[in-house]
């Protein structure tokens, strides 16, 4: 694969797709690893794990790509701090379990930090010229919160109040604070795909009607809207005819329009699907050029309204999507098949993905 990816041509009635080797290509995975997903904004957190002071929570930044070692903390000050978990004196893990901490302890040689990160103390350190040293405290990463949910990366490109920006101003009105994870209708699912593929198939609704014929008779297709934005996408699903819908506030631009689901798409791998019941995240994680980590989060605020509608069935719609991507992977690796186009009505979604990434990786 070439050092960098060739720019996708901004007229989506001229441009072609990705090229096929971006799917099955080793070296150009690990670079989309470092420029994109290094820079990015991942949800690693719900707030309700960090409810108390003194509480810690030992995470691995995007397992299987970044594999970050890092900690989240909330001080005795009740502020929330995300901190390398790597001790600055040899590397040791310094939380390997999570729980209630006055202070953090690195067990190895018994290098102390405060839960904000700064060095505290470390036995048989006399005589060490310079110690201790801005350097010695654990590096900081930034933490942001949208409604109970929490964020970092380790360099981010886009300030994060842009990066939710379209959820904020999309969904003001509906009961975001007030959702609760379900974690019987929660799973991990293995994709033997490249990660950009499952993008690509959720980036639009061309194929709902061939592949999920239960999620089609929910939407009305000639409805069916994709909206673009800067870092990302929303696309529009309304109902066809009696399904439950969303309760969207007066002064919502959809106000009057009986809105089955919105699916917001962030890049590089956020999904956020919203329901009348609530909302269902898919936390796309690549895990090697040809296989995908999808975590499916939900999160309900009105049970009462669970199983209808297009927010039925997801279980049955995640396999289905499967089966396609899968086989996409394999054709993807045919010597004889190079590129595809891209329908301009229906496919404006996978066209913004592609030009972000060539932007991105270029």
């Not at 590397?91 to 405060?114: N, P, S, T």
């Not at 999920?212 to 005819?241: C, I, K, M």
Request: charge should be negative; proline fraction near 7%; aromatic fraction near 10%.
């Amino acid at each position: 694969m070439e050092p960098d990816l060739p720019a996708i041509e901004p007229d989506i009635a001229r441009a072609t797709t990705l090229p096929a080797r971006f799917y099955h290509d080793p070296a150009g995975h690990a670079r989309v690893v470092e420029r994109v997903f290094a820079r990015s904004w991942q949800l690693v957190a719900d707030l309700r794990q960090l409810r108390a002071p003194g509480q810690t929570l030992p995470l691995t930044l995007l397992q299987g790509s970044l594999d970050e070692p890092i900690l989240l903390t909330r001080d005795a000050s009740d502020a929330l701090h995300c901190l390398s978990n790597v001790c600055t004196h040899r590397g040791m893990l310094v939380c390997e379990a999570g729980g209630v901490e006055g202070a953090l302890r690195c067990r190895y040689h018994g290098r102390r930090f405060a839960l904000d990160g700064r060095f505290l103390s470390m036995p048989e350190f006399d005589g060490v010229a310079g110690f201790p040293s801005p350097a010695d405290d654990l590096p900081r990463l930034p933490l942001e919160g949208w409604g109970p949910f929490l964020f970092t990366g380790l360099d981010p490109a886009m300030p994060f109040a842009d990066f939710v920006a379209p959820l904020t101003a999309r969904m003001r009105g509906l009961p975001l604070e007030s959702c609760v994870f379900d974690p019987a209708r929660s799973r991990d699912y293995l994709v033997k795909a490249n990660w950009a593929l499952y993008c690509d198939n959720y980036l639009e609704g061309f194929h709902i009607p061939y592949i999920h014929a239960a999620l089609s008779g929910a939407l009305d297709y000639g409805s069916y809207r994709t909206e673009l934005f800067e870092g990302g996408s929303l696309q529009v699903g309304v109902a066809s005819g009696e399904e439950d819908v969303l309760d969207l506030p007066p002064d919502s631009p959809d106000h009057g329009t009986r809105i089955a689901a919105y699916y917001f798409w962030l890049f590089p791998n956020l999904m956020v699907n919203v329901y009348p019941w609530g909302l269902s995240l898919n936390l796309v994680k690549p895990l090697a050029v040809d296989r995908t980590r999808v975590s499916f989060l939900s999160y309900v605020w009105d049970p009462a309204r669970l199983d209808t509608g297009a927010g039925d069935g997801l279980d049955r719609v995640e396999r289905e999507d499967e089966v396609v991507v899968e086989a996409v992977q394999r054709g993807v690796g045919s010597r004889l098949y190079t590129h595809g186009r891209y329908s301009v009505t229906r496919e404006t979604g996978v066209h913004h993905f592609h030009r972000l990434l060539g932007r991105w990786l270029g």
